[in-house]
Every structure is written in structure tokens, then in C-alpha cells.
Antibody, heavy 121, light 107 residues
């Protein structure tokens, strides 16, 4: 059974870089059947898709975040990661990693429990 | 970027049918998914490919997508269905924007 778990610092200073990791268990991050994604939710707000990555490293980003976001895959650790540069208070949110099958029209059907990141000095 | 519009809130009486809409330009040309999120929980996929239910999702959840509007319908709404609901649209690439979300109140 596929499971995902987010990890990373809960507090990041303004202008610094936010780095989170999603550890995949129950399957391989190299499985070509899946896309891997990051989604966030600011306090009291809705879901915001950040980006999606495929096992071959192909990435797709939300245009509003594209200039500050990088998603990567680490096959050796069976993980994928999120990096957001130049953070501000607006990046304070619960960050979720999730997976979806590659078939067209599938949604994110496996989610991590989410990790809270606060941007504050 | 592609935008999806949902009503902020919908109210329904127990046992009645709730409809939550999601609007976007030529939305019928995309696949729509729906998620349910309860307080403090991760989102749960309840509809994918416009109309399909994942295993374990009750039959009272159904979806449709036509023209510029997709609709999540909950028949015989129960108190346990009270939650926030989000639509998400996918085109040929795995880029999926979310709607703003709808708070469903069962009263």
C-alpha cells in the first residue's frame, strides 16, 4: 500500500529557502505509473497546487510559483523534494505531498498527512 | 493560468440532494476531480475523470461535466458529508489547478 510522509523544518526565516522531503513507502518513486505532487494550504484558505514531477524528472509548476519552486526526485532514497526560494509570510501553509496515476483524469488519491511550515523571523 | 470558480458555501438539509458547481472556460474539455476535506485532515479524492468514484466512496457521490460547468452531486446528504469540497481540472499535462473550495453545511 502506497504511503507518503512529509518532513522538513517547521520554521523558516523570511527571504530564506524552504526545503521539504516526501518519503515514499510501499512502492518506488521510479514507478512510471505515478506522478508525484506538492500541494499547499495557507491557514483558513483553499488548496493550491504547487507542482508535479514524473520519475524521469519531468516537472510541471503552477505559473504563479514557477520562478521560486523546484521539485526533484531522489531515486536512491525513494523520495521527492520541494524547494521554495525567497520565502515570505505568504508561504506559511500546510504542505502536502501526494501521488496520482499517470492515466488522464486521475486525481491525487494518496496524500501525506501534511506538514506545517511557518515563515517568520 | 486556468481558473476554476466555486461558490463559497452551499447548505443542504439532511437527506436532500446537494449540488456543488465548478466553473471554468471550456471545462468540458478537461477532466475534473473532486476532493472532500474535513477539518484537520488531508483531502480525500471522491470523484475522478468527471464521473468515477474511487473504491470506498459511497454511491451517493456523483459527478458531471458539461460546457463550462462541472457539478458534484451528493444524494441523500448525511451529516458526515459536511466538509470543504474542492474541484481540480486536468488537461493533457499533469498540471492541475484547484477551485477555491466550497464549504458544505448540512443543517
Amino acid at each position: 500500500q502506497l504511503q507518503l510522509r512529509e518532513s522538513g523544518p517547521g520554521l523558516v526565516k523570511p527571504s530564506e529557502t524552504l526545503s521539504l522531503t516526501c518519503t515514499v513507502s510501499g512502492d518506488s518513486v521510479y514507478n512510471s505509473d505515478y506522478f508525484w505532487g506538492w500541494i499547499r494550504q495557507a491557514p483558513g484558505k483553499g488548496l493550491e497546487w504547487i507542482g508535479t514531477i514524473y520519475y524521469d524528472g519531468g516537472t510541471y509548476y503552477n505559473p504563479s510559483l514557477k520562478s521560486r519552486v523546484t521539485i526533484s526526485v531522489d531515486m536512491s532514497k525513494n523520495q521527492f523534494s520541494l524547494r521554495v526560494i525567497s520565502v515570505s509570510a505568504a508561504d506559511t501553509a500546510v504542505y502536502y505531498c501526494a501521488s496520482k496515476l499517470t492515466s488522464k483524469g486521475y486525481g491525487f488519491d494518496v496524500w501525506g498527512q501534511g506538514t506545517t511550515v511557518t515563515v517568520s523571523s | 493560468s486556468y481558473e476554476l470558480t466555486q461558490p463559497p458555501s452551499v447548505s443542504v438539509s439532511p437527506g436532500q440532494t446537494a449540488g456543488i458547481t465548478c466553473s471554468g472556460n471550456n471545462l468540458e474539455q478537461k477532466y475534473v476531480c473532486w476532493y472532500q476535506q474535513k477539518p484537520g485532515q488531508s483531502p480525500l479524492l471522491v470523484i475522478y475523470q468527471d464521473v468515477k468514484r474511487p473504491a470506498g466512496i459511497p454511491e451517493r457521490f456523483s459527478g458531471s461535466n458539461s460546457g463550462n460547468t462541472a457539478t458534484l452531486t451528493i444524494s441523500g446528504t448525511q451529516a458526515v458529508d459536511e466538509a470543504d469540497y474542492y474541484c481540480q481540472a486536468w488537461d493533457s499535462s499533469p498540471a492541475g489547478m484547484f477551485g477555491g473550495g466550497t464549504k458544505l453545511t448540512v443543517l
